[in-house]
């Protein structure tokens, strides 16, 4: 069949329009701004490809309001935050539709001219779920400024805030306390659409504003309103499913502002049975005499408690006699106790059962009064911990002594002979010592039964210094090795630093650096490991793993010239193998695994964690790591959190103080890093090495130092050896398919070694937060499982598994 055409008159032929478009606009301090859109379907949200100088740096979905895109609702804009090292060394940044050969308008060359940059401050918004919005905001000609935000609809104001929070987008920033949060008022949340304008307070808006917002009032709010009002079964089901959706999302804890509420919902005894005990329990009133303060206490047990044999009150610094009448008065346990404090209700059968069960000495946890009588400021304990007790006395608050254990102390304390008033740091650190002699059971019970009078300090480094105190300590450290001396924090001078001596021939470290490339990383850790570290006997192994780039070939050729010994390893990157074939070739009695992004910012580092490493029942010494700007990266390592591990104080900067001041004094962890860590290498070989197998990458550094407890040995972190750590800057993030499918494996492994098994993490209190989100210390457990509030005694600390 043929077909017949009919000629047309020509015409002119339409244009093809593109199936992308887009552009870069400008630069805003180190966010890059631009637009993408797919012509052909508008509704969909392209992903955009950054490149700097060629290379894939970033991708950013272009789903944010930007007014110079063109059509439809204009949130085709994209805002992406790029590293300040990345624009420093490159010189070309250009973008692409992911996986679509289409590239962005608008190339920018760098460094990019005063013209090109789309802002004075830099920011960015997110509106991250719920009515509960966060970002950053920081201006470049003011760095130490701190932005208000405000969050309007049309006219109204809705909130402002100031941008003074830590985030983790500046944490690469010289300060990264320029984050916010918002939390909106519920009356937003009407099933309506809101679009709220976030402005800055020169008047410009946000990167990612406005924000559009539309909640139903319902929620968990309204689940439990209709909870209320009958429909019982199906409800409850419907908020099981919710609350688990809301879990991947939002914290599973609350907040420290919540503390008299969580305090009343997880902590009352009263109607629990008090356990039986035996034996008679003298009561010490710690007072300077004011008797308002001493009826406080006594009424707080009264003066005829079951149990109760004897009470004595004493002035704090001179206790002898007093210690002496209860001891020969008959009592055979003491419980010590600070006027105008309260014990809680039943505390004293709770606390006294614990010495029947065996221990020497017994603890609880504490809070403090608060102005209308509340609760407030819990001090939630570890373990015994003799390297904390050093840094700050939070044992002693609820704590109940055997007769045995004081009898022991005084022993200690007048073993000299002299006839000197006996105070109570004395008293304290004879008892840690007697403690530490003989091994002696102690069981920390993790209850709140002991409430501190309101006008106690909130925190351990909020103290006066006491010298007290710090003579008490040095000489409980002299006790316990020869040559030790003990000295104040600085910034903190309430909180304690013990010196441990160090031998006269030091011991050989060999110190392990793996790499591959990144020259500038590794002159810079090798450089500060041979010329700014204060330690002469050192040998230093570079692990070369398949570099190519020809200017850290010529730097590691250049490092055998100067006695640094380079070991090639052709072979896949495996972490475990790489260390463990490295260690099988030191000479040094000691062994120490640092990462190549490590830089040396203090020469004593090493000394310190020598003298920690070489003590009795020490097993590994991990360091205080810092971000380049100075916030903390890892000070110890907290076991459970999300089924896994954590780095502690993340949210901290170098000085702050930390949870109870743990982020200015060593003590010991259930786990520390890799980055720097040191051990003996007798220990290493004991316990095999890293795991090379199951951990091939992560968590073979928190194994190791697992198994090392296992041994009967201790895990320290401290916090006078500091050092920068770029995280992940060498190795970087797991973002491929096979390398998220490795890390779920390594995950899968740790959790089936550790996790199911009943691994309890006793350096970290079971009321806090295991949650992801919340982080160690970032909050209390909604999650208190029948057994989390069980005592825990010290020596299960180092061999459960």
Known sequence: MTEHVMEQPQTAVPVTQPDFSGAILGLQGDVLHGWAMDNTQQEHRPVVEIFIDGVSVALVRADQYEPSAPGGDQFHGFAVQLRQRWLDEGRLITAQIANQPFVLEGQLTLPVNPGEDSAGIASQVWHTGGLRMSGWCWDPKSPSRHVEVTVREGDQVISKVT??????????????????????????????????????????????????????????????????????????????????????????????????????????????????????????????????????????????????????????????????????????????????????????????????????????????????????????????????????????????????????????????????????????????????????????????????????????????????????????????????????????????????????????????????????????????????????????????????????????????????????????????TINNRAASVTTGELIGLVNNDIEVIDAGWLKEMVAQVLRTRVGAVGAKLLWPNRMVQHGGVVIGVNGLAAHAGNNLQQRDPGYLGFNQITRRQSAVTAACLLLRKSVFELVGGLDDIAFPVAFNDVDLCLRIQQQGMHIICTTFAQLIHAESASRGKDKTPEKQARARREQENFINRWSIHGFVDEYYHPCMSVDYISGPYGGLSLGLSSGAMKPRDSRKAITRQ
């Open 163 to 576: 941008c003074n929070e830590h985030n983790q987008a500046l944490a690469y920033r010289a300060s990264s306390e320029h984050g916010f949060s918002i939390d909106l008022p519920w009356e937003l949340a009407d099933g309506r659409l809101h679009v709220l304008d976030i402005v800055n307070d020169l008047g410009q808006s946000l990167a990612g504003s406005p924000i559009r917002l539309c909640c139903r009032p319902e929620g968990i709010a309204g689940l439990l309103q209709r909870l209320g009002a009958g429909h019982r079964a199906e409800t409850l089901a419907l908020m099981e499913q919710v609350a688990k959706e809301q879990a991947l999302r939002l914290p599973n804890s609350a907040g420290w502002q919540h503390y008299p509420q969580w305090f009343e919902a997880f902590q009352r005894l009263d109607d629990q049975p008090p356990p039986d005990f035996e034996g008679k329990l003298g009561l010490l009133i710690l007072s300077d005499g004011d008797s308002a303060l001493e009826q406080i206490s006594l009424k707080s047990f009264g003066n005829g408690h079951p149990g109760v044999y004897k009470i004595i009150t004493s002035v704090p610094t001179d206790l002898l006699s007093a210690v002496t009448q209860l001891l020969e008065g008959g009592c055979d346990r003491i419980l010590p106790m600070w006027a105008g404090d309260r014990l809680a209700p039943l505390a004293l059968a709770h606390l006294s059962a614990l010495l029947d069960d065996g221990s020497e000495w017994a603890y609880a946890d504490c809070d403090r009064d608060g102005p209308q009588g509340e609760r407030s400021l819990p001090w939630l304990k570890p373990v015994w911990d003799i390297d904390l007790f050093i840094g700050a006395d939070i044992f002693s608050p609820g704590a109940i002594y055997s007769a045995r254990i004081l009898e022991q102390a005084l022993r200690l304390l007048t073993a000299d002979g002299a006839h000197r008033p006996l105070n109570w740091h004395d008293l304290a650190a004879g008892v840690a010592l007697a403690t530490e002699n003989t091994n002696a059971l102690v069981t920390h019970l993790p209850r709140v039964l002991y409430h501190r009078a309101f006008h106690a300090v909130a925190s351990p480094e909020a103290a006066p210094p006491s010298p007290q105190r710090k003579q008490a300590l040095a000489w409980m450290c002299q006790q316990l090795s020869s040559g030790a001396t003990v000295s104040q924090v600085a910034d903190y001078p309430s909180l304690l630093r013990a010196h441990w001596p160090l031998p006269k021939a030091l011991p050989r470290v060999s110190l392990i650096v793996p790499t591959r490339d990144q020259y500038k990383l590794l002159r810079t850790c090798i450089e500060g490991l041979l010329n700014e570290t204060d330690y002469p006997n050192l040998e230093i192994i570079v692990v070369d793993n398949q570099s190519s780039d020809p200017t850290t070939i010529a730097y590691l050729t250049e490092l055998k010239t100067r006695g640094v010994k380079v070991l090639s390893h052709h072979y896949p990157f495996n972490y475990s």
